[in-house]
């Protein structure tokens, strides 16, 4: 159940009621009261903030109760989380400071002159001399956000400003938001080629499926920095680098297991296509009207190359009837799909990850008592696959090679060296991916993106660190 915190501003009247009885209210309606400030005191009334933690289901119930008590008057509701998205959680601040007219005179006209001809003459110095080789794009048309589906671009704002925030705080990387107010395939394309001049990378993120296979495919093509569908390669590189660590766990063989994916939508392709590229030849990936199969006919492009993948099963029937015997499930579909039945026909040793938000695909206390290793997308359980780990030290990596694109090599090698970091001496059942503050993740994934993109010819830039 998702929690939050909200902060309630209430006066008193001395005679009729005390903190107490706001306490008490507060308690009965399913609150946790976690602070208490005094904003004005006085002798027959006095007014207070107070902080409690609530159920998000039960924070309406807690706000009636207030209110119903005689001697509390409810002046304000504050939630923190609103509080901390107020006026936007970024902004641009300049790196040089224009203090005279000297300064100003180098920075803009007439001394900015001389940068842009020299642009100009030689584009490949706008790396050096423009924000583009530290700049990466957030794009979104809002089609797909988190679990709430279709908001569109405004709604989707604060998630793109929280991903540029997380760019900058854990790689140096500037990110900016940019929110197209259309879902037109081809708009989308054409526009973000036109803003790219300034942008070292693109992050592509909750653009629904299947548009976003064909938007980033053809970005990729047709633009000359990397192009990233978070919402697809940072859940497969994330979900490998897991898997590996969770094979460690079990004493299993990538190559021995048999492995179901449910849910083929973005993250699922992605995740089956990693998953083959890492080892597994026993796959079966599985949606709503049940397994994809090897042979079968589908309208769908990346179905179809499933389908001709010698390592996908050929045997159809629904996730209820497959799961029999399977070594790991990864489930990006929608909660609760699976059952404790389910996952006790499993093989011995199994590992479940479930990963739709907000309620994963099968509850930790359904699960746990068949299956060895269990991991979510969730904070409040062991095991968070996140994609934090994933898309700053990705594209720290990039810029800081001016890779042409992130190939699957680069992505495979970024999922490595996620596993890597979470040493034999600590890795267990509830510690197979490391926490999304560990300050080896960019170090080590920047590493292997850059040493990967050399290998396989995208890099434009050798980094000092590598020479």
Same mark, same amino acid.
């Given at each position: 159940?998702?929690?939050?915190?909200?902060?309630?501003?209430?006066?008193?009247?001395?005679?009729?009621?005390?903190? *107490?009885?706001?306490?008490?209210?507060?308690?009965?309606?399913?609150?946790? !009261?976690?602070?208490?400030?005094?904003?004005?005191?006085?002798?027959?009334?006095?007014?207070?903030?107070?902080?409690?933690?609530?159920?998000?289901?039960?924070?309406?119930?807690?706000?009636?109760?207030?209110?119903?008590?005689?001697?509390?008057?409810?002046?304000?509701?504050?939630?923190?989380?609103?509080?901390?998205?107020?006026?936007?959680?970024?902004?641009?601040?300049?790196?040089?400071?224009?203090? &005279? $007219?000297?300064?100003?005179?180098?920075?803009?006209?007439?001394? !900015?002159?001389?940068?842009?001809?020299?642009?100009?003459?030689?584009?490949?110095?706008?790396?050096?001399?423009?924000?583009?080789? &530290?700049?990466?794009?957030?794009?979104?048309?809002?089609?797909?956000?988190?679990?709430?589906?279709?908001?569109?671009?405004?709604?989707?704002?604060? !998630?793109?400003?929280?991903?540029?925030?997380?760019?900058?705080?854990?790689?140096?990387?500037?990110?900016?938001?940019?929110?197209?107010?259309?879902? /037109?395939?081809?708009?989308?394309?054409?526009?973000?080629?036109?803003?790219?001049?300034?942008?070292? %990378?693109?992050?592509?993120?909750?653009?629904?499926?299947?548009?976003?296979?064909?938007?980033?495919?053809?970005?990729?093509?047709?633009?000359?920095?990397?192009?990233?569908?978070?919402?697809?390669?940072?859940?497969?590189?994330?979900?490998?680098?897991? @898997? @590996?660590?969770?094979?460690?766990?079990? *004493?299993? $063989?990538?190559?021995?297991?048999?492995?179901?994916? &449910?849910?083929?939508?973005?993250?699922?392709?992605?995740?089956?296509?990693?998953?083959?590229?890492?080892?597994?030849?026993?796959?079966?990936?599985?949606?709503?009207?049940?397994?994809?199969?090897? *042979?079968?006919?589908?309208?769908?492009?990346?179905?179809?190359?499933?389908?001709?993948?010698?390592?996908?099963?050929?045997?159809?029937?629904?996730?209820?009837?497959?799961?029999?015997?399977?070594?790991?499930?990864? %489930?990006?579909?929608? %909660?609760? !799909?699976?059952?404790?039945?389910?996952?006790?026909?499993?093989?011995? /040793?199994?590992?479940?990850?479930?990963?739709?938000?907000?309620?994963?695909?099968?509850?930790?206390? /359904?699960?746990?008592?068949?299956?060895?290793?269990?991991?979510?997308?969730?904070?409040?359980?062991?095991?968070?696959?996140?994609?934090? @780990?994933?898309?700053?030290?990705?594209?720290? %990596?990039?810029?800081?090679?001016?890779?042409? $694109?992130?190939?699957?090599?680069?992505?495979?090698?970024?999922?490595?060296?996620?596993?890597?970091?979470?040493?034999?001496?600590?890795?267990?059942?509830?510690?197979?991916?490391?926490?999304?503050?560990?300050?080896?993740?960019?170090?080590?994934?920047?590493?292997?993106?850059?040493?990967?993109?050399?290998?396989?010819?995208?890099?434009?830039?050798?980094?000092?660190?590598?020479?």
């Amino acid at each position: 159940m998702a929690q939050s915190s909200i902060i309630l501003r209430v006066e008193l009247e001395h005679r009729l009621a005390t903190f *107490g009885d706001v306490a008490s209210v507060i308690s009965r309606a399913g609150g946790d !009261v976690s602070s208490i400030d005094l904003i004005r005191p006085g002798k027959d009334s006095s007014v207070r903030d107070i902080t409690v933690d609530v159920a998000d289901t039960e924070e309406a119930a807690i706000v009636e109760a207030v209110k119903k008590q005689e001697g509390i008057t409810l002046i304000n509701v504050s939630d923190r989380t609103f509080l901390a998205h107020l006026g936007g959680k970024i902004s641009v601040q300049p790196t040089v400071p224009i203090k &005279n $007219r000297d300064d100003l005179s180098k920075v803009y006209t007439p001394g !900015v002159a001389k940068v842009c001809a020299a642009i100009a003459q030689d584009e490949k110095k706008a790396y050096s001399l423009t924000i583009k080789r &530290n700049t990466v794009a957030v794009v979104s048309d809002g089609s797909a956000v988190l679990g709430l589906g279709d908001i569109g671009p405004h709604a989707a704002a604060p !998630v793109m400003e929280g991903k540029a925030m997380l760019f900058k705080q854990l790689a140096g990387v500037d990110a900016f938001p940019i929110c197209l107010d259309t879902q /037109d395939t081809e708009e989308i394309i054409r526009t973000v080629k036109a803003i790219s001049p300034i942008f070292g %990378g693109i992050n592509l993120e909750d653009i629904s499926s299947p548009r976003c296979f064909e938007i980033e495919n053809r970005l990729a093509e047709e633009l000359d920095v990397p192009v990233f569908h978070d919402d697809q390669h940072g859940t497969a590189v994330v979900v490998v680098a897991g @898997l @590996l660590n969770a094979l460690k766990v079990v *004493g299993k $063989r990538i190559d021995q297991v048999r492995v179901i994916v &449910n849910g083929i939508g973005a993250a699922g392709s992605s995740i089956c296509k990693m998953l083959i590229a890492a080892g597994v030849t026993r796959l079966v990936p599985v949606d709503r009207d049940g397994a994809i199969v090897r *042979g079968g006919d589908y309208s769908h492009p990346v179905w179809q190359w499933l389908a001709e993948k010698e390592e996908v099963e050929s045997t159809a029937g629904t996730l209820q009837e497959l799961i029999a015997g399977a070594d790991v499930f990864v %489930g990006v579909s929608r %909660g609760r !799909v699976l059952t404790s039945e389910d996952v006790r026909r499993m093989n011995a /040793d199994s590992i479940v990850f479930a990963m739709a938000n907000p309620d994963p695909e099968i509850s930790p206390e /359904d699960a746990l008592p068949y299956v060895k290793v269990y991991a979510t997308g969730r904070s409040d359980y062991p095991n968070q696959l996140n994609n934090v @780990l994933v898309f700053p030290g990705v594209f720290r %990596g990039a810029l800081d090679c001016r890779a042409r $694109r992130i190939n699957e090599p680069m992505k495979l090698a970024a999922a490595r060296a996620i596993a890597s970091v979470v040493t034999g001496a600590e890795l267990n059942e509830q510690y197979i991916i490391p926490s999304l503050f560990n300050e080896q993740v960019v170090s080590k994934v920047r590493h292997a993106i850059v040493e990967t993109a050399i290998l396989t010819g995208e890099a434009r830039r050798i980094p000092p660190d590598f020479r």
